[in-house]
């Protein structure tokens, strides 16, 4: 099977399988070799990983990650996809073709079945309505890996990447820092897939750090705090704090963890940094802990 990056090769595939894109799956093929090159360029693959993509779609981008690794594995929920990409890819043996929800799948066991539970990559052209579901499990489930290569909606690349004090800054771009060092690799215009979304999209490296960035005593609790403060963004840190029952602790407690950082009693929680997070959560956990 030649290679499917271009539009001709893609709608000869989709017709003669009389394929229906699925809206609800998020199916906007690539058909653009530059681009491919550009995002399996970036993963760093090398022969001796393995990758996993998530959404394979009809194949294209499979076929250059088989080209690249030693093996690879498949993840697609569409069903109507899967003998064509038993076509597009019958020449490779090193792919294994999974019909499955990426939600629902066990990542970390299937990376300790097929790598020892050596640091894998994962790759893909993620369908925009699971994104960051499929990035926060990924990231919080502990999965060995050396580094994400995913193309996404421009806007959430831009939440990724941002700091303290803008629109865009949340708890996505905090887990992601937290977890990993992300950059931003090429930006992607609509024409460059089959059909063509309304939105922009980047494709984004986020690369494991060897240690997390901050102390944090714990993780969970961390990320507590952290969606408490963006639950309300338009209130203080302390009321959004307080409002949030999880933590059993009196307003002035919380106001007298935020002021022993030496921040204003009425600060909002998207100025704080990820190490200021990290020492909030530590002293909270020490009110609660006193308790
Ligand atoms: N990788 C292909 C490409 O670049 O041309 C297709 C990318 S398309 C944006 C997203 C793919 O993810 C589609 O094939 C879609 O069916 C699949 N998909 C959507 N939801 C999924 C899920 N929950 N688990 C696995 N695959 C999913």
Request: charged letters at 25%; glycine letters at 4%.
């Amino acid at each position: 099977m030649a290679a499917l990056g271009n539009p001709k090769k893609t709608i000869e595939v989709l017709q003669k399988y009389h394929f229906q894109f699925q809206k609800k799956y998020g199916q906007n093929f690539l058909i653009d070799t530059r681009i491919l090159e550009r995002i399996v360029d970036a993963a760093q693959i090398t022969k001796d990983d393995f990758v996993l993509e998530i959404g394979p779609g009809i194949g294209t981008m499979t076929q250059y990650l088989c080209e690249a690794a030693k093996e690879v594995a498949a993840v697609e929920i569409d069903a109507n996809l899967i003998p064509i990409l038993q076509e597009t890819l019958q020449e490779y043996d090193n792919v294994e073709i999974r019909n499955e929800d990426i939600l629902k799948t066990d990542i970390s066991r299937l990376a300790e079945e097929k790598n020892s539970g050596r640091p894998i990559k994962v790759v893909a052209n993620l369908p925009y309505y699971i994104t960051t579901p499929i990035l926060m499990r990924i990231l919080e489930s502990r999965l060995p890996f050396a580094n994400i290569t995913v193309m996404v909606q421009k806007e959430v690349a831009d939440r990724m990447v941002v700091g303290p004090g803008t629109k865009d800054y949340g708890a996505l771009s905090l887990a992601v820092q937290y977890y990993s060092r992300p950059e931003i690799i090429v930006q992607v215009p609509p024409s460059c897939f089959m059909p063509q979304p309304k939105v922009g999209s980047t494709v984004v490296r986020l690369t494991r750090h060897e240690k997390p960035p901050v102390q944090v005593n714990d993780e969970a609790l961390m990320f507590r705090v952290i969606r408490a403060s963006f639950n309300q963004r338009r209130k203080t840190l302390a009321n959004g704090l307080h409002n949030f029952s999880q933590f059993s602790l009196e307003k002035e407690e919380i106001e007298s963890c935020i002021q022993s950082l030496g921040l204003p009693v009425n600060v909002r929680g998207e100025t704080l940094t990820l190490e200021q997070f990290a020492e909030l959560s530590n002293r909270i956990q020490n009110k609660i802990c006193i308790k």
